[in-house]
């Protein structure tokens, strides 16, 4: 789904930041992995973005 495409076409209306990306794999990933509680998305070696809902 992601591989080799622009994540503004994948994304919608939402802003392709890392923030996002990390929710939409989360979202997708989840009913299949019930275990999985966080997803980070790495933007360089020292910038990432977590998201964990609350």
């Given at each position: ?15 392709s930041s ?13 009913p ?14 020292k ?8």
């Amino acid at each position: 789904m992601l591989d080799h495409r622009h994540l503004n076409d994948i994304m919608g209306p939402l802003n392709s930041s890392a923030e996002n990306l990390a929710k939409m794999l989360y979202d997708i990933f989840k009913p299949d992995f019930p275990q999985l509680y966080a997803v980070e998305v790495s933007e360089t070696p020292k910038t990432t973005a977590i998201y964990e809902p609350e």
